[in-house]
C-alpha cells in the first residue's frame, strides 16, 4: 500500500534537530514516508541518522558522498518518493497541530501549486515566510540597511504570495516533477524563489494557509549583523546565488499574482461542529434539541457494517453496508474516521459526505469520542471545523449519577465507564471550546453552544 505523503529533508550536521522533528510528526501526522538525505555530514550525526532509520520503516536515509547543496539534494530524494505529494521540510521544523491533510485538500483547486503553512518561532511569535519577488534595491535595503518589507498575510485563510521558504513546501508530486524540481545551478538561496516563480508561471500558484501552522528555528542561514556577515560563507553563498537568480530571470517581467477563488460561484463555505464528551454529560440531548430547532442543519449519519434493526432506514439511521464494501473504503482513504468494535462491526465517518456539505455552504454536526475527533482532525483542513467539548459542571459524580438514573448497570460496566471517561476529561484540551453541562438547566447547555455556532459560522 502506498503513501500519500513524501517527506523530503535534507540533514548538514543537525541530527539532533532531525530527531526533535521525528517527534511532532509521530505525534500529528500520517500516511508518509520520510526521506533523509545527509549532505555528507560529520561520522556522528550520520550514525545517528542511520539508528533513526533502523528504528523506524517509514523513514529511509540517503548518505551523499559529497555535500550537493540544498536543491540538487531535494532532487536527490525526490526521485525515490512514492507519494502523492511531496513536502519539503527543513529540519529545524516543527509540527504543533495537523498540518499535511490540510494543506493537500487545497491543491484540489486547480490554480493552487505550492502552499505552505503559517510559521511561529520557538517563542511562538509569527515568522514571515513569504515574500516579494526579490528587486536589487530592496536585497540592499534588507542587506545592507537592515530594512524588512513584508506581505499582508491572512490569519484565517489563503493568500497569494510570490514566493515561500524552502523551509516548508507542499505540492503535488506530478507538479514536483513537471517543474524539473529544484534548479540544480542554486547551491543554496534563491532555489526556493526560482521554484515559485516557475509555479506561477504554469499558472499554479503559490499560497500560505494562515489557519495552521508550523514552528520554525529562530534564526535563516543568510542573516547576521552587517559586519559579521562579510565573515559568513553562507553570505558570499548568498551573493552568488542571488547573481545566478538575476542572470536566469534577467529582461523577464514576474508572472502575475492571482487569487486562488476557492469560491467563485459566491457560495459561502460552511463549516463542520464536533461534539465531544463522556457518558452522560448531554451530547445526544443536545444534538436533538438542534436537530428539531435548525432543520437547515446536516446531521449526515455513520456508515456501518452491522445489521439494521426494526425500524432503521439506510441513509438516515445509518449507510448499511457489507464488511467487503467497508474495507474496500478503508483502503481507499474515503473514511474521516472508523473503528472496529467489539462483535467484529465496523463503524466510520465517510470523508465525502461532509466534505461535500461543507463545500456547498451547510453547517454540519457530529457527534465524535476523542478517539474519532483525533482521526478526523487530521484528515480536514483546519478550516473546515469548530471541535467543542462538554464537560459535567459538578464534577464525574454527577455523571455518575446520571448513568446509574438512566438504566440498571452493572459494577463492572460502571468501572468501564469510569475509566473512559477519566480518559476523555483529560483530553478536553485539545478542543478548540469546552462548555458546562449544568444538572437541571439544559437551556444555558443550548445557549453555551448555539453561541459557539454563531461566532463561528461564516455569513
Wanted: aromatic share 12%; with cysteine; net charge neutral.
Amino acid at each position: 500500500m502506498g503513501v500519500k505523503y513524501s517527506l523530503i529533508t535534507v540533514n548538514y550536521n543537525c541530527a539532533e534537530k532531525i530527531q526533535a522533528l521525528w517527534k511532532s510528526l509521530e505525534q500529528f501526522e500520517t500516511d508518509f514516508e520520510w526521506i533523509i538525505v545527509d549532505n555528507n555530514s560529520v561520522s556522528g550525526d550520520v550514525d545517528r541518522l542511520q539508528a533513526l532509520e533502523q528504528e523506524n520503516e517509514c523513514i529511509h536515509c540517503i548518505q551523499l558522498q559529497e555535500n550537493l547543496g540544498m536543491g540538487r539534494a531535494t532532487n536527490e530524494g525526490a526521485r525515490f518518493a512514492k507519494g502523492e505529494f511531496v513536502v519539503m521540510l527543513n529540519p529545524d521544523i516543527e509540527f504543533l497541530e495537523p498540518v499535511l491533510e490540510s494543506l493537500a485538500q487545497h491543491t484540489e483547486n486547480k490554480n493552487i501549486g505550492i502552499i505552505c503553512p503559517k510559521m511561529v518561532g520557538p517563542d511562538g511569535e509569527f515568522q514571515t515566510n513569504a515574500r516579494e519577488f526579490p528587486t536589487l534595491w530592496q536585497l540592499f535595503t534588507r542587506r545592507f540597511l537592515r530594512k524588512q518589507t513584508f506581505l499582508t498575510l491572512h490569519s484565517d485563510r489563503l493568500t497569494p504570495v510570490p514566493w515561500i521558504q524552502g523551509s516548508f513546501m507542499c505540492m503535488k508530486r506530478e507538479l514536483y516533477e513537471k517543474l524539473s524540481g529544484f534548479d540544480d545551478r542554486f547551491f543554496l538561496f534563491f532555489e526556493d524563489t526560482d521554484l515559485c516563480r516557475r509555479s506561477w508561471r504554469e499558472k499554479k500558484g503559490v499560497f500560505l494557509d494562515g489557519a495552521v501552522k508550523v514552528q520554525h528555528g529562530a534564526q535563516r542561514l543568510s542573516d547576521a549583523s552587517f559586519f559579521k556577515m562579510w565573515f559568513k560563507r553562507t553570505f558570499w553563498i548568498h551573493l552568488s546565488s542571488l547573481r545566478k537568480y538575476y542572470w536566469k530571470w534577467k529582461g523577464r517581467r514576474n508572472p502575475k499574482i492571482f487569487e486562488a477563488n476557492m469560491n467563485n460561484n459566491n457560495t459561502k463555505q460552511g463549516k463542520i461542529f464536533f461534539f465531544s464528551g463522556p457518558s452522560g454529560v448531554g451530547k445526544g440531548t443536545l444534538i436533538d434539541y438542534l436537530r428539531k430547532k435548525h432543520l437547515e442543519f446536516e446531521f449526515p449519519p455513520s456508515c456501518t457494517t452491522r445489521d439494521p434493526r426494526p425500524g432503521e432506514v439506510d441513509g438516515e439511521t445509518y449507510y448499511f453496508i457489507s464488511k467487503e464494501e467497508f474495507e474496500a473504503k478503508i483502503e481507499a482513504g474515503d473514511f474521516l474516521e472508523y473503528a472496529q468494535v467489539h462483535g467484529g462491526n465496523y463503524y466510520g465517518t465517510l470523508k465525502n459526505k461532509l466534505i461535500d456539505s461543507v463545500k456547498a455552504g451547510k453547517i454540519v454536526i457530529r457527534e465524535f469520542d476523542v478517539q474519532g475527533f483525533v482521526q478526523a482532525r487530521e484528515r480536514l483542513p483546519r478550516e473546515y471545523f469548530t471541535s467543542i467539548f462538554l464537560k459535567p459542571a459538578e464534577g464525574q459524580d454527577e455523571l455518575i449519577r446520571r448513568i446509574k438514573a438512566r438504566a440498571p448497570i452493572t459494577e463492572g460496566e460502571l468501572e468501564k465507564r469510569m475509566e473512559s471517561m477519566k480518559k476523555e476529561l483529560a483530553q478536553s484540551h485539545i478542543y478548540d471550546y469546552e462548555i458546562l453541562s449544568e444538572a437541571g438547566n439544559l437551556e444555558k447547555l443550548f445557549e453555551d453552544a448555539e453561541k459557539i455556532l454563531v461566532e463561528n459560522s461564516e455569513t
